[in-house]
């Protein structure tokens, strides 16, 4: 997990999650509002972009959480 790229952070439309050249067998990907509440889910991601409308949801800080079964990843998302 360590060759993501995550942008634009922080974010006002589009967050663009890249995995490169990375592949992978069974990643989840979520995205949870700063009071826990989830606002984005996606399961079995195998590789490649993924791209997050952001742009109808509030201002503030979010918290991306990306998990391989073995390895995890969070990163604090700003909305702007």
């Given amino acids: ?3 993501i790229e ?7 439309e589009v967050l663009n999650i890249d ?4 592949q ?3 990643l989840s990907i979520s995205l ?3 009071d826990g509440k989830q606002v984005f889910e996606l399961k079995n991601v195998k590789e ?3 791209a997050i409308d952001m742009s109808d949801y509030s ?9 391989d079964g073995v390895n995890s990843f969070n990163k604090k ?3 702007q």
Avoid: C, Q, R, T
């Fill in 6 to 12: 995550i942008f634009p952070n922080p974010v006002n």
């Fill in 24 to 26: 992978f067998s069974n």
């Fill in 77 to 79: 998302i700003v909305k």
């Fill in 59 to 67: 201002k503030g800080i979010y918290m991306l959480y990306i998990n």
């Fill in 32 to 34: 949870k509002a700063i």
């Fill in 1 to 3: 997990l360590a060759n």
């Fill in 19 to 22: 995995f490169g050249d990375e």
């Fill in 48 to 50: 490649g972009k993924i």
